[in-house]
């Protein structure tokens, strides 16, 4: 198996198509983080994330001739995207609570339990600040702001015009700034 830092994606996207699951693999490893994260964002819950990006990759790979060109990590965040949405459907018919979904790892080197309590405490509360945006609005920030994103790729991913990438950015970010400005209190 070649190693994806030395070939070229393009090349290992048109292998893929032609059906080498190795060269897919390739794909998948590269992507996986990624795309896990994007979903956890999303869905501000680690198995629902989970089973996104599982269906996100399945999708990947049975339309993997579907994509033409492009950019295939938006190709790809879209699936994931629109694999959020159905979670979100399904987590609206029966919601789910995972206590598993710590933001912050507890690291050695940290001074003191207070300080990881004030992370932990101001990471819950980002996450709480995520999940009352809009699904589209938390698309928009956590591609453009997280994950990096440009505008116009975030636009091929949500299928929207530039113009309404901007606001929805816009939007999403002052929605954040006004919910976490009640707790000033954890940026201290």
Not at 5 to 29: P, V, Y
Not at 66 to 85: M, P, Q, S, V
């Amino acid at each position: 198996m070649v190693e994806c830092a030395t070939m070229e994606e393009d090349e290992i996207i048109r292998r893929a198509k032609e059906g080498d699951l190795d060269s897919f693999n390739q794909l998948a490893e590269t992507y996986q983080r990624a795309v896990y994260n994007l979903c956890l964002r999303m869905l501000g819950n680690a198995p629902a994330a989970e089973d996104a990006t599982q269906d996100a990759f399945i999708s990947a790979f049975r339309g993997i001739n579907r994509l033409r060109g492009g950019n295939f990590k938006a190709w790809l965040f879209r699936i994931a995207a629109n694999a959020c949405r159905d979670q979100l459907r399904s987590l609206r018919r029966r919601p789910v609570t995972s206590m598993d979904d710590a933001p912050f790892e507890f690291k050695s080197d940290q001074p003191s339990p207070e300080d990881y309590a004030m992370r932990q405490e101001l990471g819950e509360e980002i996450k709480k600040a995520f999940v009352t945006l809009p699904p589209d609005q938390r698309l928009a920030v956590i591609l453009r702001d997280i994950e990096g994103l440009d505008y116009e790729e975030i636009a091929q991913v949500t299928g929207s015009s530039l113009g309404t990438v901007k606001s929805r950015i816009n939007r999403g970010r002052k929605r954040l700034r006004h919910h976490l400005e009640k707790h000033r209190e954890l940026f201290v």
